[in-house]
């Protein structure tokens, strides 16, 4: 499991080289159910974690690859997602029992970026599953200059080009015709 050690930090740090089954994540297999992607390669992890004082900074490259659509032209394809990670996690402060305390110490702590750990071990989990998600392309392209479909016959115009004649239906032009047409 993606954990890290507190104990196993030394001064030079910790590496922490996962590779772990896209299914071990909750969040990605939602992702997958809603069929935004499917994730084909492991998760892999190239980090490193430091101790600043209480503080556990983990820093470093996550990547896996995905099967996405085109947006354009609905073609499958398979794309290399990396991110960049770095958080920092800090030690929950022991003797808060407030509910509404803990709550507002919660919110100071997501205010600076940190993110609380309890005991010995932090999960990294939901830190990695999250930059996954943020990695995602919003509008999935096979190719930055992908053409699409032909509106009109649909034939992929990355192929070629089509027979169809492509001159906007309704342009200006086409308006124009239309006015000299009333006026006879
Ligand atoms: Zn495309
Ligand atoms: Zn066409």
């Known amino acids: 499991m993606m954990r890290v050690h507190i104990e196993q930090i030394t001064e030079q740090g910790l590496a922490l ?3 772990e089954p896209a299914q071990t994540f909750p969040a990605l297999m939602e992702l997958e159910a809603t069929g935004a992607g499917t994730f084909t390669a492991p998760v892999k992890t190239a980090l490193r974690a430091r101790l600043f004082g209480d503080m556990v900074q983990v820093k470093g490259i996550i990547s896996t690859r995905v099967r996405l659509t085109c947006a354009r032209c609905l073609k499958t394809f398979d794309a290399p997602l ?6 920092t996690y800090t030690q929950r402060p022991a003797g808060e029992k407030k509910a509404n305390q803990q709550e507002e110490i919660e919110l100071d702590a997501g205010d600076m970026g940190l993110i609380y750990f309890e005991g010995e071990q932090i999960n990294l989990l939901e830190a990695i599953q999250e930059q996954v998600i943020l990695a995602l ?3 999935a392209l096979c190719s930055p200059t992908c053409k699409g479909l032909c509106p009109g016959c649909g034939a992929d115009l990355n192929q070629g080009k089509c027979s169809c004649d492509r001159r906007v239906p309704g342009g200006a032009f086409a308006a124009l015709k239309n006015l000299n047409l009333g006026k006879k």
């Open 17 to 19: 080289d996962f590779e």
């Open 82 to 87: 990396t991110s960049r990670f770095e958080v």
């Open 137 to 139: 392309p919003i509008k």
